[in-house]
């Protein structure tokens, strides 16, 4: 691992721009004249605002430096006002909602929604090369903040594309246009999808962009779909250059065909740091253009419909790239300075897979052209964090070791300090050492040397301490083992094996929680289609409860203490999923009661946590809740009683994710190692 890499990237993203952009935003979005105000933009009850009292408040109400508030409970029905002009802002305003803030019962706002109806009649016409806009900016400044903006135009349409005349079918939609001469737009803390030409435009002379921070995905159209665009000029102004130009940092980017791109006007760059590029791209996520593409302007100076440059330049520093089947970085040109290319994660196999250069006849070139490519970290497995299972991905950490291999508990605060934090950590046994990375961020530190056995014949549970031996309450996660003889426990992970009973039985017939309400861990075992929960040399085997179900095809957790009685007792109950229904056995003694009923849900294909009490209260209520990633959404069920309730957009499966507690909150997370 590049630590150095590690560290900027950990850094940045994780912390200095949630940092930065609340510092900004305490300047940025206090008005900075005694005239300021700020309008709310509402309508009552009516949970739908018709885009005409928005619109109004953009053009007609708003004086400079005002702020436009937007109330995440409405929806900004602006269907109507998306246009080839769409709606002008020829002020300096700021348009803002509160997008992952938390609001009341622990609920995180998703900020307020604007969107174009996709149905609306005659939106999207079959024109050739028709553009319309939502937001057009001429002022020097704008800012949208913790918005959602939601385009009708999320496909591919792959029958879009004339190539004979260069042309295009379908009407093509930008989200936020900056077209005036110097003008400045600030998108921050927003999700922005469905723009079928780009979600994010600088279009004007010498304009510029300062994109932090956001969800920008689903901008795809074939040949076109672009997160963010540098698309004007520049000029030299008494010699002084004016370059149209972006910031683009902290964003996460996803289901787009170029996540940023420039024309390649030589006056263009852009510098993109500590963004998270997602495995769903339909081309080269970073991309310039080359002037020679150009040639069938007829705006265009001879010198530049033909010339050979890429842009001014492209600064490209510590991104995260996990789109592996598509270039990372495609520069279709000589940039007319040095750009850069470094200290990037690529999940490719080597730097050539992830960036590439090409000439005016699209050859690769053997040695780049004013392209710097150095000190990236390619063939990698990221490890990420989604707080709650209901926010963006966070980056964590690095590492080649396959998840099947990684087991989770709390091992302590560091690798001399064995006192739990309550706080999720990320458990390796490589077949020597024992390894742990706290809270999955620090590089992995071993906290038992020579121990041997391998993370896959380990279970893991709460036994106390080894001069404890009545188990008075600890949190710290202990290590269990199982050699075929006797059953064995080393405390924290850290001790040297102590002894607990002497028992032929293996791992696969075992399950382990807490089904007395004590402090200890039990050990339930299943054989021969009884239950036993045996402690002792000398303990009566006789079984307390029958299953014709193997170990392997149950969970645990807190389901309440009867069939009519979901509040939490403190003991950890069974649960088989058999396809349709849910069974419980309570404390895993009881016979088995249905709970719930789903289709198609079974042990393997769901994870267990506590994510809150309901859809609209995230505060833990001491309930197991049954978690199912579906492949195009995150479903709970809360307390396994309830229905069916999305909290998150994803296509990742349980194949690449676990749960636990990564930030101490009480609230469980969902843990990623993301690929394609």
């Keep these: ?88 802002i020829e002020k300096n305003i700021t ?65 879009n594309y004339i190539r004979s005349s260069n042309s295009y079918k379908r009407t093509r939609f930008y989200g936020i246009r900056a077209t005036g001469e110097n003008s400045w737009i600030e998108v921050r803390n927003n999700e922005l999808s469905g723009w079928s030409y780009g979600a994010i435009s600088v279009a004007g002379v010498a304009g510029r962009a300062t994109v932090v921070s956001n969800f920008i995905h689903h901008n795809r159209l074939y040949g076109n779909g672009y997160g963010v665009m540098i698309e004007g000029t520049g000029e030299n102004d008494n010699g002084a250059i004016r370059y149209c130009y972006a910031e683009i940092s902290g964003n996460t980017f996803d289901h787009n065909r170029h996540d940023i791109t420039g024309t390649g006007d030589k006056y263009q760059y852009y510098h993109a740091d500590g963004n998270l590029i997602l495995s769903h791209g339909t081309d080269s996520s970073f991309d310039m253009h080359g002037e020679w593409e150009r040639y069938d302007d007829p705006e265009l100076n001879d010198d530049r419909r033909y010339g050979p440059y890429a842009g001014n330049k492209v600064t490209i520093t510590n991104n995260v790239f996990l789109n592996k089947a598509q270039v990372a970085v495609g520069i279709r040109g000589r940039p007319l300075e040095i750009s850069t290319v470094a200290n990037n994660y690529f999940a490719h196999s080597s730097e050539d897979k992830a960036v590439l250069q090409t000439d005016n006849p699209r050859r690769v070139w053997v040695s780049p052209k004013n392209l710097v490519v150095k000190d990236n970290i390619t063939d990698f497995s990221p490890w990420y964090v989604s707080f709650g299972g209901e926010h963006d991905w966070e980056y964590r950490s690095t590492s080649k070791i396959p998840l099947k291999k990684l087991a989770f508990g709390d091992f302590g605060t560091s690798s001399t300090d064995s006192a739990p934090d309550g706080v999720t950590d990320v458990f390796y046994a490589n077949g020597n050492d024992w390894k742990v990375s706290h809270s999955a961020t620090a590089n992995w530190e071993v906290i038992c040397s020579n121990c041997r056995k391998k ?103 807190e389901f309440g203490t009867d069939q009519s009685n979901n509040m939490p007792d403190d003991k950890l109950d069974v649960i088989y999923f058999t396809g349709s229904q849910w069974k419980v056995s309570y404390g ?45 959404f995150w479903n709970v069920s809360f307390g396994a009683r309830s229905n069916w309730h999305d909290i998150k957009r994803s296509g990742y499966t349980k194949d690449n994710l676990r749960t636990g507690d990564f930030n101490g909150d009480g609230i469980t997370d969902v843990f990623g190692i993301l690929h394609n």
């Design 1 to 88: 691992m590049n630590a150095r890499c590690s560290h900027i990237v950990e850094t940045i993203v994780r912390n200095e721009f949630a940092l930065l952009a609340a510092f900004l935003l305490m300047f940025s979005l206090t008005p900075g004249t005694s005239k300021a105000a700020n309008i709310y933009v509402s309508a009552g009850n009516d949970p739908v605002v018709n885009g005409q009292e928005l619109a109004a408040a953009i053009i007609n109400q708003a004086s400079e430096n005002d702020i436009i508030i937007l109330d995440s409970k409405y929806e900004y029905d602006v269907s109507a006002f998306v246009s080839k002009e769409g709606i002008r």
């Design 95 to 159: 348009i803002q909602s509160d997008r992952g803030e938390k609001l009341a019962n622990d609920v995180t706002s998703q900020g307020a929604r604007i969107y174009v109806d996709r149905k609306t009649p005659g939106l999207i016409e079959i024109v050739t090369n028709q553009e319309k806009t939502l937001f057009q900016i001429s002022a020097s400044k704008v800012i949208f903040e913790g918005l959602r903006l939601e385009g009708p135009a999320p496909d591919i349409d792959r029958r």
């Design 455 to 557: 993370t896959s014949r380990l279970k893991f549970g709460q036994f106390g301490t080894a001069s404890d031996s009545d188990a008075t309450k600890t949190t710290t996660t202990d290590v269990f083992y199982a050699d075929g003889n006797k059953w064995k426990v080393s405390f924290g992970g850290r001790s040297s094996w102590a002894r607990l009973m002497k028992a032929s039985y293996r791992n696969h017939q075992l399950l382990i929680g807490n089904f007395n309400g004590g402090y200890r861990t039990e050990i339930l075992l299943t054989t021969d289609g009884n239950w036993y929960f045996p402690f002792g040399d000398d303990a009566s085997w006789n079984p307390t409860n029958t299953s014709g179900h193997t170990a392997n095809q149950f969970a645990v957790g």
């Design 588 to 632: 895993g003694t009881s016979n088995w009661h249905t709970i719930n009923t789903s289709s198609g849900t079974t042990v393997d294909n769901v994870l267990l946590g506590e994510f809150g009490t309901s859809p609209t209260d995230r505060r833990p209520d001491g309930l197991t809740d049954v978690l199912y990633p579906d492949g195009s």
